[in-house]
């Protein structure tokens, strides 16, 4: 079993057309793109618990919350992973168990007990909190990924296409969704450990005043 963890700054945007055109072009000369030019697509199905703690603690801002998720790149796939994000004030903890595809449908299912054969501290943690607060699948996410790195770490993404879904037992299949942003809005995404070199805060800047929160599982959930 794979098991992934990263402790990271995060900052969104939502950006138009014509502002990403501008960035690509910039990070094009400067930063290595990840997987391929045209982006790739992620699908993910969250979960929260009965009484929907994880959404309303989001919309409430709380400072210490957490979102639980499946995420496949490839619906014809073996492998899934099974993701904890935990955010503490402007840290992000994400954690990540990677799974089959017969476990995952055991999860969306609602039978949680194999993840107690791993003996694991992710596995655990994430039992506990699903156990305890009779998580369940709530929606579904499709969208368009464009991916950099640079060679510091810092890792920039640019999410296009977000549409979403509520059927729970097709997430492994062709799925109707609808439209959640306008096709020229783009969420921006910038990760980083320490710090952001100076470089990106520049060309970021000359588009863009400040960060904005922005959640596509809270997008999803209030269409």
């Known amino acids: 079993?794979?098991?992934?963890?990263t402790f990271r700054h995060e900052i969104k945007?939502?950006?138009?057309?014509?502002?990403?055109?501008?960035?690509?072009?910039?990070?094009d000369d400067l930063l290595e793109i990840d997987r391929n030019q045209l982006g790739y697509m992620i699908r993910s199905m969250y979960f929260d618990s009965i009484n929907d703690d994880d959404y309303y603690e989001k919309l409430s801002g709380e400072v210490n919350r957490k979102k639980i998720r499946l995420r496949i790149y490839d619906k014809e796939g073996e492998l899934v992973k099974l993701e904890i994000k935990q955010k503490y004030d402007i840290h992000q903890l994400k954690e990540s168990l990677v799974i089959n595809k017969q476990q995952a449908q055991?999860?969306?299912?609602?039978?949680?007990?194999?993840?107690?054969?791993?003996?694991?501290?992710?596995?655990?943690?994430?039992?506990?909190?699903?156990?305890?607060?009779?998580?369940?699948?709530?929606?579904?996410?499709?969208?368009?990924?464009?991916?950099?790195?640079?060679?510091?770490?810092?890792?920039?993404?640019?999410?296009?296409?977000?549409?979403?879904s509520y059927g729970y037992d097709n997430f492994f299949k062709d799925i109707n969704y609808l439209d959640l942003t306008d096709k020229k809005d783009i969420i921006l995404e910038i990760k980083y450990d320490r710090f952001l070199e100076p470089y990106i805060t520049d060309i970021i800047n000359n588009v863009i005043v400040r960060g904005q929160s922005v959640s596509k599982y809270i997008m999803g959930r209030n269409v």
Do not use: H, Q, W
Not at 1 to 5: Q, S
Not at 129 to 140: L, Q, S
């Open 106 to 164: 055991k999860l969306i299912d609602g039978e949680y007990s194999f993840l107690l054969d791993y003996n694991n501290d992710i596995a655990n943690k994430i039992y506990t909190i699903m156990t305890e607060g009779y998580y369940r699948p709530k929606v579904i996410i499709e969208y368009n990924r464009i991916a950099y790195t640079s060679s510091g770490g810092t890792r920039i993404t640019f999410d296009f296409d977000i549409k979403r």
């Open 13 to 27: 945007y939502i950006i138009s057309y014509s502002e990403f055109l501008y960035l690509r072009k910039k990070l």
């Open 1 to 5: 079993m794979e098991v992934l963890k």
